[in-house]
């Protein structure tokens, strides 16, 4: 009996990868119109003045509030629109010697001018004028001062800006990478192959294959017969049967024939 080593081929190992790009947009909001967003809240100067009362009701009628401010940048962009001290929202109105916003909001947000508040927690509220309510006075560069409520001022409101709510769309994209073989296999035309160090009988090599998941070598080609003939050599079992019939192990049929003599 013929005992040859052989040839085994294996489909080259292809793994598709799964990529999920997402973008995070900030997040956007807008205003109604006469408003000017800052950050996530809408300020409307009021083209109208009276007392810190006056004022909440004016922007209430807008659905706002005398302006809440919540940061330095707000501050700084406001002090640039302003043309003349307005009543702000920020109040001592509880009776209670502590400050806190019209709408409720609990930031802790202050600009005072130097010296404010001077009114509050004070001898001065027993027996002198009590200054319940805040402005941002012109002549301090738009600072805060605590003062007396029925006082004259501009109004400037604010309420909270809409979020614009966008549909997210995720992309998925399917890649697929290079094939590749596992250590000791030799790639060709998506294929693997492998010439055994053992030796067996065709039916026996055949078997060997298929245990390993793989099977004899097809030759379907020129290109892939002169691969074979090149790379690993003329001698092995491949899966024609040593007769002359040639019998094919696949249910396919090709016209590619290699004759050798063993």
């Known amino acids: 009996m013929v005992m040859l080593s052989f040839l085994v081929v294996a489909a080259a190992v292809v793994a598709p990868a799964l990529c ?9 909001y807008r205003c109604n119109d006469d408003y000017v967003l800052l950050e996530e809240t809408c300020f409307r100067v009021m083209n109208r003045s009276g007392t810190w009362f006056e004022g909440q009701d004016a922007c209430n009628e807008e659905g706002a509030t005398l302006a809440t401010i919540s940061s330095d940048f ?13 009543w702000i929202g920020y109040n001592d109105l509880k009776d209670d010697h502590t ?60 309420t909270p800006a809409e979020l614009i709510t966008t549909t997210t769309t995720t992309t998925t994209t399917t890649t697929t990478p290079a094939p590749e073989c596992e250590e000791d296999w ?18 026996d090599a055949k078997g060997l294959c298929e245990n390993d998941g793989a099977f004899l070598a ?14 690993l050599g003329l ?9 002359h019939t040639h019998t094919h192990t696949h249910t396919h049929t090709h016209t590619h024939t290699h004759t050798h003599t063993a």
Request: hydrophobic residues 25%; negative net charge.
């Open 99 to 158: 400050y806190g916003w019209a709408d409720g909001n609990d930031n802790n947000y202050t600009r005072w001018d130097d010296g404010e508040p001077n009114n509050s927690g004070a001898i001065l509220w027993i027996f002198g004028d009590r200054e319940d309510c805040v402005e941002m006075r012109k002549k301090k560069g738009y600072r805060w001062n605590d003062e007396q409520c029925d006082e004259t001022r501009g109004f400037l409101c604010s």
């Open 235 to 243: 001698y092995d079992w491949l899966t024609h049967t040593h007769t």
């Open 20 to 28: 999920n790009p997402l973008r995070q947009d900030p997040p956007r």
């Open 218 to 231: 097809s030759i379907t080609t020129e290109d892939e017969q002169n691969f074979v003939a090149g790379e």
């Open 186 to 203: 030799t790639m060709f035309e998506m294929s693997c192959y492998q010439v055994s160090e053992d030796e067996a009988t065709w039916e």
């Open 74 to 86: 707000q501050q700084d962009a406001l002090a640039e629109i302003l043309t003349d001290s307005v």
